[in-house]
């Protein structure tokens, strides 16, 4: 199983980013796709999930209606845009697959290696 995440992005408060998670080496429809992120001097934070067979989603209350996950399959990718971007949004954001239920970073099974997103003006 491989997870490979788009490059280190910098965006002023208020504007977008999309960052993307690209999956191989596994059937692409088996697991959930969750993300999570780590802020500087904090711990992961769960941020979402997708499931890829069918689309649904799920967010964490404190990104809900700002941030949004959608996927690919034909490109066996999942996206993650967020939108109206504060400077607390700073964080490595890192997608992950799930075989399970569990929203704990802790009980996620691969990794991706993590982009950097720095919101600062």
């Known amino acids: 199983v491989q997870l490979v995440q788009s490059g280190a992005e910098l965006r002023n408060p208020g504007t977008s980013v999309k960052v993307s998670c690209k999956a191989s080496?596994?059937?692409?429809?088996?697991?959930?796709i969750d993300w999570v992120r780590q802020a500087p001097g904090q711990g992961l934070e769960w941020m979402g999930r997708i499931d890829p067979e069918d689309g649904s989603t799920y967010y964490a209350d404190s990104v809900k209606g700002r941030f949004t996950i959608s996927r690919d399959n034909a490109k066996t990718t999942v996206y993650l845009q967020m939108n109206s971007l504060k400077p607390e949004d700073t964080a490595i954001y890192y997608c992950?697959?799930?075989?399970?239920?569990?929203?704990?970073?802790?009980?996620?099974?691969?990794w991706s290696q993590g982009t950097h997103v720095t919101v600062s003006s």
């Open positions: 992950a697959t799930n075989t399970g239920s569990s929203y704990r970073p802790e009980h996620m099974d691969f």
């Open positions: 080496g596994y059937s692409f429809i088996s697991y959930y």
